[in-house]
């Protein structure tokens, strides 16, 4: 589920650091809670680390819209708006942000004022455009936000016809995919978080609630919890399990039915939380309980198989080789697993073809499941850590059924 569409489900639950220091009401909690964790999560030796992977991929420059790119190199959690605010960050010469002037005030208190690099803010009637593309001079590559916005890239490329524009994510992915320290300590956290959520699930679900009911309680408990804001509820009764991104409807819970639950919010920091647990009102069927032990079993077979050297498509067969020898094969749908962190959905993806080799501080889900559709499903989720010792579960509330 995306942010937007949790916004639309549940206005009132989005209360971000960021919202609530922009309305002028400076919640001195989060304000330091952001810098105390900003020079660890976001040290300043990043922006010459970015600078060192854009010269090693054969790039002249990144250009940093706001989004997970642009934070995860400076900390700064810009507002994506029509108006550009961008990074320039060139191998050669001085990085710079260019900035709306009326956002200037936000930019000087966000963590990249600790970098050290200009602010040139833009007034209205200029066109900030042209102005990177000037004060940036010739260059022949250029590396782009994954998700810059296709209006703010097409005005580059007429600001700059000569630049071939590539995908910042080739230059930023191996950085982003191995977490510090404090990251992995920030996702533990976060794990910590959402596994708080999932203990108070068997309080708010019961027969003859709707799903929404749940999770609108569920929402609240994942702002109790630390997060900043709710990225996404997923309360999958009955028939609805066998829909894997299922959100909320108004459908009335019935005694005897199996429900996934999915949940996730992104903490202050800006790391992510993701876990889903399937629960029964009351007795399961029998069908369902039989197979809910075969996805046990797959999903920890998947976490069993996590080490570094070892292919994420490795991790993916392990949980499907399970279901698959158990007749299942075919109620298995999605990938084992996608990575995380500033975004609930980033490289590395848990998925036969990918070849790509885990390394210490890769971080991912392994949430294998089984749809029966018609009848419900199940999907058990944990995120991992991929440690020189093997996996490290960050999330730990039981695997087995939970009926309630
Ligand atoms: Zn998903
Ligand atoms: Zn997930
Ligand atoms: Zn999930």
Not at 75 to 82: Q, V
Not at 224 to 235: K, L, R
Not at 300 to 308: H, I, K, L, N
Request: glycine share 10%.
């Amino acid at each position: 589920m995306t942010r937007s569409r949790i916004r639309r489900l549940f206005p009132e639950f989005l209360l971000s650091g960021r919202g609530r220091g922009r309305a002028g009401d400076p919640s001195l909690i989060t304000l330091v809670h952001v810098t105390m964790e900003s020079s660890d999560l976001y040290p300043v030796t990043r922006l010459a680390a970015a600078r060192e992977a854009t010269a090693a991929a054969g790039l002249d420059a990144l250009l940093l819209t706001p989004g997970p790119d642009l934070r995860y190199v400076t900390g700064y959690e810009a507002l994506p708006l029509e108006r550009l605010t961008c990074l320039v960050l060139p191998v050669e010469g001085d990085a710079f942000l260019a900035v709306p002037r009326l956002e200037l005030p936000a930019a000087e208190h966000s963590p990249a004022s600790r970098l050290g690099i200009e602010f040139v803010p833009w007034d209205e009637t200029d066109d900030p455009y042209a102005a990177v593309a000037a004060r940036l001079g010739s260059v022949a590559r250029v590396g782009l936000a994954d998700r810059m916005w296709a209006m703010q890239s097409l005005r580059f490329r007429e600001a700059m016809p000569g630049a071939e524009q590539v995908l910042a994510g080739t230059v930023l992915r191996h950085l982003r995919m191995r977490k510090s320290p404090a990251e992995m300590e920030a996702l533990r956290r976060a794990g910590a978080a959402i596994d708080a959520v999932h203990a108070r699930v068997p309080g708010f679900l019961r027969a003859g609630r709707t799903e929404r009911e749940v999770g609108r309680d569920i929402a609240e408990a994942i702002i109790e919890a630390g997060h900043a804001t709710v990225d996404f509820v997923i309360v999958a009764s009955g028939p609805n399990g066998a829909s894997p991104h299922h959100e909320l409807s108004d459908r009335v819970i019935g005694a005897g039915e199996p429900v996934v639950i999915d949940i996730g919010g992104q903490m202050p920091g800006g790391y992510c939380s993701d876990s889903t647990r399937t629960y029964c009102v009351g007795e399961p069927p029998a069908a369902f309980a039989k197979y809910y032990e075969v996805l046990q079993r797959a999903q920890q077979a998947a976490c069993d198989a996590v080490r570094p050297g070892v292919p994420c498509e490795a991790v993916d067969a392990a949980a499907r080789e399970v279901i698959a020898s158990e007749g299942y094969g075919e109620y298995f749908i999605h990938r084992t697993g996608h990575g995380i962190g500033l975004e609930t959905h980033e490289e590395p993806y848990i998925v036969a073809g990918n070849a790509e080799p885990l390394a210490a501080g890769h971080a991912f889900s392994v949430e294998p499941g089984i749809y029966l559709p018609g009848s419900h499903g199940a999907r058990i989720e944990d995120i991992l850590i991929c440690t020189e010792e093997g996996g490290e579960r960050v999330n730990h509330r039981p695997r087995e059924l939970a009926v309630v």
